[in-house]
């Protein structure tokens, strides 16, 4: 009976295979993992952004009382690397990003706005970004590079000057 040596002949051949697939398998996942690291913090990015943007809206804060509320988002998520932070303030229907007085990140000019400057119902855009590798996890880099960048955007109405009705009576007995 030959059916014997034919089995014994292919005995290696799955290590073979998995020899040649598993470091394809890896790099897949590794790649993945990054993507997915990379969307969990574009989603907290936003998150600060858009907590920034309410509080923007209100009239009441300023560019740097705006930041400071960002960077307590940030930090209360989990985002403590904040090295290389960038957060713009900007007014869309004035387009007006403020003086700049806050500074420049890198070759980039920071929109500093004063949000408790803008008019009723004016767009304002908050924008939060980060470098990369201030949160990537300590794997080769398959998809993003050292000068990678995640950033988060939301824009909100301005609610400033809108007043509630004082002509409402309560009922009695408040």
Do not use: C
């Amino acid at each position: 009976m030959r059916i014997r040596t034919k089995v014994q002949a292919r005995r290696g051949t799955a290590i073979v295979e998995a020899a040649i697939l598993l470091p394809l398998v890896l790099l897949l996942l590794l790649g993945v993992w990054e993507l997915g690291r990379m969307a969990e913090v574009t989603q907290i990015l936003n998150n600060a952004a858009r907590e920034g943007a309410r509080a923007a809206s209100t009239g009441q804060n300023s560019y740097a009382q705006v930041k400071t509320i960002v960077v307590n988002y940030l930090n209360a998520a989990g985002v403590t690397n904040q090295t290389g932070l960038r957060v713009d303030v900007a007014n869309l229907s004035a387009n007006d990003n403020g003086p700049g007085t806050d500074g420049t990140v890198g070759a980039t000019k920071v929109s500093d706005y004063d949000p408790s400057q803008a008019s009723q119902l004016d767009k304002l855009q908050v924008t939060v970004s980060l470098p990369f590798d201030n949160f990537r996890w300590n794997t080769p880099r398959l998809i993003s590079s050292a000068a990678s960048e995640v950033t988060g955007q939301a824009v909100w109405p301005s609610g400033v000057n809108q007043h509630y009705p004082t002509s409402v009576t309560p009922p009695s007995g408040y």
